[in-house]
């Protein structure tokens, strides 16, 4: 992509943004050759490295539920800061998910349990893989559980309990995720802003192919196939201009709802006039 982009419109002073999928050491050395500038997301584990930033009470609000601040890189590297980013609706997301996979895991071995008290469960081996199911079920909140099984004379026992440890650590983390970036003159405030650029890119495509019906292209010609996408992209124009429109009336920027009102809006048929056939 890097090679196409720059072959095609030359090595401009751009900055790339990724998601966290493509953070790998090979593509983070092909961004620092020739000091290209980038934004690219972290994998959650990363946030480990930042447990005592995230306690500390020095964010920057940059609005109502979001808060950021700028940390350096772990490694003490110079040439790379992080961005800690905490959403209050990720959060409360998040924590709904863990507790619904919570609740799921420890039913698991509830089941496990009494299945092992009536005799159904005779080895520990048997018990033990179907925990192993079970964790890899329920991953995300995996860390949490400490798990025994014992097993004496014929009879198989399973236990488990909360970490309190891992506990606090997720309750902590929920709702946090962490960026990094080789731009050091920018505010965390701007970085967050250009990053978050990507997903309205990608709000862009789902609605080119969703709302738009971009695709499926059932056309056999190419010159029909270019024909079906300009017409997608000129209704996408026109979805962004409505959206501006809702934004400028105080209506948000989410044409959708405006488009879904519309279509209830329907023609009264006329009033059928009677006639008296004595007339």
């Given at each position: 992509?890097i090679n196409?982009m720059?072959?095609r419109?030359g090595?401009?002073?751009?900055?790339w943004i990724m998601?966290?999928g493509?953070?790998?050491?090979?593509?983070l050395?092909?961004?620092?050759q020739?000091q290209?500038?980038?934004?690219?997301?972290?994998?959650?584990?990363?946030?480990?490295h930042f447990?005592?930033?995230?306690q500390?009470a020095d964010?920057?609000?940059?609005?109502?539920g979001?808060?950021v601040k700028?940390?350096?890189?772990?490694?003490g590297?110079?040439?790379?800061?992080?961005?800690l980013?905490?959403?209050?609706?990720?959060q409360a997301?998040e924590?709904?998910?863990h507790?619904?996979?919570?609740?799921?895991?420890?039913?698991?071995l509830?089941r496990?349990q009494?299945?092992?008290?009536s005799?159904?469960v005779?080895?520990a081996?048997?018990?033990?893989r179907?925990?192993?199911?079970?964790?890899?079920q329920n991953s995300?909140v995996a860390?949490?559980?400490?798990i025994t099984?014992?097993a004496?004379?014929?009879?198989?026992?399973?236990?488990?309990s909360?970490?309190?440890?891992?506990?606090t650590?997720a309750?902590?983390?929920?709702g946090?995720?962490?960026?990094?970036?080789?731009?050091?003159?920018?505010?965390?405030?701007?970085l967050w802003?250009?990053y978050i650029?990507?997903?309205?890119?990608?709000?862009a495509f789902?609605?080119?192919?969703?709302d738009?019906?971009?695709?499926p292209?059932?056309h056999?010609?190419?010159k029909?196939?270019q024909?079906h996408i300009f017409?997608?992209?000129?209704?996408f124009?026109l979805?962004?201009?409505?959206g501006?429109l809702?934004?400028?009336a105080?209506?948000?920027?989410e044409?959708?709802?405006?488009?879904?009102?519309l279509?209830q809006l329907?023609?009264?048929p006329?009033?059928?006039?009677a006639?008296n056939?004595?007339?």
């Amino acid at each position: 992509m890097i090679n196409t982009m720059e072959t095609r419109y030359g090595k401009a002073d751009r900055i790339w943004i990724m998601d966290r999928g493509m953070v790998s050491p090979e593509n983070l050395q092909l961004l620092r050759q020739e000091q290209r500038r980038y934004i690219i997301g972290t994998p959650k584990s990363q946030l480990t490295h930042f447990e005592t930033e995230l306690q500390q009470a020095d964010w920057q609000k940059i609005r109502d539920g979001l808060e950021v601040k700028i940390c350096a890189a772990p490694d003490g590297a110079a040439d790379e800061i992080f961005i800690l980013c905490r959403s209050t609706a990720r959060q409360a997301k998040e924590q709904a998910i863990h507790e619904r996979f919570r609740e799921r895991l420890e039913t698991g071995l509830q089941r496990l349990q009494k299945s092992c008290a009536s005799g159904r469960v005779k080895e520990a081996q048997t018990a033990e893989r179907r925990i192993g199911r079970l964790l890899e079920q329920n991953s995300r909140v995996a860390a949490l559980f400490k798990i025994t099984v014992t097993a004496d004379n014929g009879a198989v026992q399973v236990n488990w309990s909360i970490q309190d440890q891992q506990k606090t650590w997720a309750q902590l983390s929920e709702g946090c995720y962490a960026l990094r970036s080789n731009i050091k003159t920018w505010t965390a405030e701007e970085l967050w802003q250009a990053y978050i650029q990507l997903t309205e890119a990608e709000a862009a495509f789902r609605i080119q192919k969703n709302d738009l019906k971009l695709r499926p292209v059932w056309h056999q010609k190419e010159k029909r196939v270019q024909a079906h996408i300009f017409v997608c992209f000129l209704a996408f124009v026109l979805w962004k201009c409505l959206g501006q429109l809702c934004k400028q009336a105080g209506l948000g920027n989410e044409p959708r709802k405006v488009i879904q009102e519309l279509q209830q809006l329907k023609l009264k048929p006329p009033a059928r006039l009677a006639f008296n056939a004595n007339l």
